[in-house]
């Protein structure tokens, strides 16, 4: 063994710090790195937050930080804020691995005109309530477990 990773008892290499404050987001993180970690810290803060090319003006949600159109990383943040659109949504049976116990629950795509948004209608909006038009507003939720994420709810 080599004396010389256990010097005082430490090892002499410097770890390397990650950041890894993406794996707070969601019900089930499916990632933990990206390059959209500030997202998080925005959802913290009780914002919902994208990002829009400055360089062609495409507008991103859920954010990025490389344009995918003109491949520009010059990218600045915005905030969901107002009413969308209800365009869409879909009463879930069955569900992915570890969303079993929210079921049954709907999964709805928003039209805010520059970008849509993906998600899901918050559980104290009944079904019958829901209407292909009606305006909805996308609210940053703190689950029980301490993740967050995102829900609809009628505006
Ligand atoms: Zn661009």
């Known amino acids: 063994m080599e004396p010389s990773l256990f010097l005082g008892g430490k090892k002499m290499s410097k770890k390397k710090e990650i950041d890894d404050r993406f794996k707070k987001f969601g019900t089930v993180s499916f990632t933990s790195v990206t390059k959209v970690n500030n997202f998080i810290d925005c959802l913290e803060n ?37 009413k969308g659109e209800l365009v869409t949504y879909s009463k879930l049976k069955y ?3 570890g969303f079993e116990e929210d079921l049954p629950y709907c999964i709805a795509l928003l039209d805010y005109g520059d970008y849509k948004i993906f998600g899901r209608i918050a559980s104290n909006v009944s079904e019958d309530e829901i209407e292909l038009g009606m305006e909805m507003k ?14 609809f709810e009628k505006a």
Do not use: H
């Not at 996308?138 to 829900?151: E, I, S, T």
């Open 46 to 82: 009780g914002k919902l937050m994208g990002t829009r090319c400055k360089d062609c003006g495409i507008v991103f949600f859920p954010p990025r930080v490389d344009c995918y159109q003109c491949f520009s990383s010059n990218v600045e943040w915005f905030e969901v804020s107002g």
């Open 95 to 97: 569900a992915p691995v």
């Open 138 to 151: 996308a609210v940053v939720n703190k689950l029980p477990n301490g993740q967050l994420n995102y829900v």
